[in-house]
């Protein structure tokens, strides 16, 4: 029986992006095996055969949302509210996103409990934010972090409306359609900025990355799943339950 690939490899077999091949997963332009909800895996040959077929032209698509001399913060205030979407500017790119599905927002409730219970104790003049709270790492890059945590030390970048330069600690959940972009666009972001620590959460393989500055680079300091210990060599004291954190309860 043929291997079932992720749209990952999928992505990287075709030359698109994750976005792409999702793309063409909603515009059913592909044929998909679904595992569950929103759970697809393919099937190379048979993607291939439909994509010969149709005669489509594979290729990725143009930002929708490009300025010749790229967005500002002051043009991210212009923006008309838009109900079921939230927006970003990622090196000067303006990016429109909808809104979380309930599972990303049960797992982001459960993981922001337990690490506001960890950093009262263990750094009580800091504080833990969740979406939607407007970060301005620079002029051309205003990101919005599922969690983020600002220590004691870094108070005098919050203000009424936001948060100004590097936070101590940024959270992404990545769902099918970002994945690429919290993977490698905002981490880079995020590095540049000199961000300590950053961390993944992959709703689809139930896993949580951390990532730590090394120099100028991060590193994979600790990941894991439901069943596995979660605890950080900086957060003494932190254990996740991951159990709790991907839980996925069914609808009744």
């Not at 992720?6 to 030359?15: D, G, K, P």
């Not at 979407?85 to 303006?94: A, K, P, Q, T």
């Not at 959270?171 to 981490?187: A, C, G, H, V």
């Amino acid at each position: 029986m043929e291997k079932l690939l992720t749209a990952q490899e999928l992505a990287e077999i075709l030359h698109l992006s994750v976005e792409t091949v999702w793309r063409y997963t909603r515009q059913k332009k592909i044929p998909t095996v679904e595992l569950g909800e929103k759970q697809y895996r393919y099937e190379k040959e048979a993607v291939l055969a439909a994509l010969a077929k149709s005669e489509m032209f594979v290729k990725e698509e143009r930002p929708a949302y490009a300025k010749p001399d790229g967005y500002t913060y002051e043009d991210y205030l212009k923006l008309p509210e838009e109900p079921g979407y939230r927006y970003e500017i990622l090196e000067g790119i303006l990016i429109k996103e909808p809104s979380p599905t309930m599972h990303h927002q049960r797992l982001c409730a459960t993981l922001f409990r337990q690490l506001a219970d960890f950093f009262d104790s263990f750094d009580p003049k800091g504080e833990l934010f969740f979406a939607p709270l407007d970060v301005t790492l620079t002029n051309r890059n205003v990101v919005q972090p599922d969690i983020l945590f600002i220590s004691g030390s870094r108070r005098g970048n919050l203000y009424e409306e936001r948060i100004d330069g590097p936070c101590d600690l940024v959270i992404e959940i990545m769902s099918p359609t970002n994945r690429r972009k919290d993977r490698l666009q905002k981490m880079e972001i995020y590095r540049k900025a000199g961000i300590p620590h950053y961390w993944l959460a992959d709703p689809e393989e139930s896993t949580l990355e951390a990532f730590m500055l090394k120099g100028e680079n991060y590193a994979l300091i600790v990941a894991g799943g439901p069943g596995d210990k979660f605890i950080h060599p900086d957060f003494p004291g932190l254990d996740l339950d991951l159990e709790r954190v991907f839980h996925r309860p069914g609808f009744e």
